[in-house]
């Protein structure tokens, strides 16, 4: 019967997070929010998705305890709830990225990176666990690395690659984050069950990491653009042509070029801003180099949360939905060492292509081949603990 309700969390677990995927990326896209710019910066996402997982793990608890649970079973403990917070924080800065990546790259293209960690996961299950780390770890990540290698094969082979199939250095930037967060995340998660007071559930533990995610994500909406504009970094004094033209030129309609041509000035590789402009000059430049996302960084965190264009926050909305199942999901399974089940959690990575296929993406076969050895590999990692034993994590209070 445990086996049952394992892989029964397992399927749910991974349709909520292909679905995550998909709905992240659809929020993103021009075509799907209603042929409009997009409008709406990947902080403000996160924002809205965390308010959307905040309200359902409310509703759920409401539930719980209308239908008789003690209060005191929604207080986790001061152990636990350390280690929500640092959950939460590393989950708000996974999730800005989550909505960067899906701006510019289908999911295909980077869902398989972004689980690299689940590779490193036996060896830190030795370290915290004394989990034994047998062969099949190590034929797993020989698969992962396989897996992960193959798509990048037509560009080895020094043949024509489509330059939106090929993930750039800001991409991996943000997979190397991700990585981190996503890995800490399924330790802290181990430890939160582990150490949290006895009774209480996997729904206090996700109302609580969605409250100190809404502080978190709220606070960097706030704090960040502040330092942003303290920095001048909407209205540089010097930008590098090809930056300029690219990053900025190229994405305002030509009454917003011309006032910016009129605003800076090209000399040796270079634009200049003039340097008799007035204060109002000044703020409208600011508000149109913003609008072209010009600084990676602080665009990511720019805008109102009341969105000119409703249509992204709808997609975001129900991806809360699906975050909000995975999570209570993860936190019903991190009873058992995540080594052990996280791997298979990630069965729809193999799927994904043929998703984006019918979306209309250019999916090759170099990419459907590379996201099942790699799913593969994650799998077969942990396939033999044990014999297929199910051992819980012993509880601090019993």
């Known amino acids: 019967m445990e086996w049952l309700l394992i892989i029964l969390w397992l399927s749910i677990i991974n349709g909520g997070l292909g679905g995550q995927y998909i709905l992240n990326w659809m929020g993103n896209q021009q075509r799907f929010v209603g042929n409009q710019p997009i409008g709406v910066s990947p902080g403000v996402m996160t924002w809205w998705r965390e308010l959307s997982k905040l309200v359902w793990a409310l509703i759920a608890v409401t539930i719980e305890v209308i239908r008789g649970k003690k209060i005191k079973y929604l207080w986790p403990g001061v152990i636990s709830m350390v280690t929500i917070i640092i959950c939460a924080f590393t989950g708000v800065i996974e999730n800005v990225g989550f ?3 899906p701006r510019y790259y289908s999911p295909h293209l980077f869902a398989p990176y972004v689980n690299v960690y689940l590779a490193l996961l036996p060896f830190f299950g030795k370290f915290l666990f004394d989990a034994p780390i047998r062969k ?14 193959i798509p990048y094969l ?25 990585n981190g967060c996503l890995f800490s995340q399924q330790i802290l998660n181990n430890k939160t069950v582990q150490t949290a007071f006895k009774g209480v559930g996997p729904n206090a533990l996700v109302l609580w990491r969605e409250i100190w995610k809404m502080v978190f994500i709220t606070s960097a909406l706030f704090i960040i653009p502040f330092i942003g504009e303290l920095m001048n970094a909407n209205i540089p004094n010097e930008v590098k042509t090809n930056i300029f033209e690219t990053r900025v030129l190229a994405k305002v309609d030509p009454e917003k070029k011309d006032l910016l041509l009129n605003s800076y000035y090209e000399k ?19 508000k ?89 590999g994650l799998m077969v990692g942990v396939s033999d603990y044990k014999k297929n034993k199910i051992e819980e994590i012993e509880k601090k209070y019993k």
């Open 154 to 178: 037509p560009r080895i082979l020094g043949g024509v690659v489509d330059p939106k199939s090929v993930l750039d250095g800001s991409a991996i930037i943000w997979i190397i984050i991700i």
């Open 268 to 286: 040796d590789g270079s634009y200049f801003l003039k340097e008799d402009l007035s204060p109002a000059a000044k703020e409208n430049i600011e």
């Open 136 to 149: 099949a770890h190590w034929i797993g990540i020989l698969l992962v690395i396989t897996g992960l290698s």
């Open 99 to 101: 909505f960067y990546l």
């Open 288 to 376: 149109i180099i913003a609008s072209t996302e010009y600084h990676r960084f602080f665009s990511l965190f720019h805008g109102s949360i009341i969105p000119k264009n409703w249509w992204p926050i709808l997609f975001v909305v129900l991806a809360g939905l699906t975050g909000y199942i995975y999570s209570f999901g993860f936190f019903k399974l991190a009873r058992f060492s995540a080594h052990f089940w996280v791997p298979y959690t990630n069965v729809y990575l193999a799927i994904i292509p043929f998703v984006m296929f019918l979306f209309g993406q250019n999916v090759t076969t170099y990419q459907i081949i590379g996201a099942v050895i790699t799913t593969a």
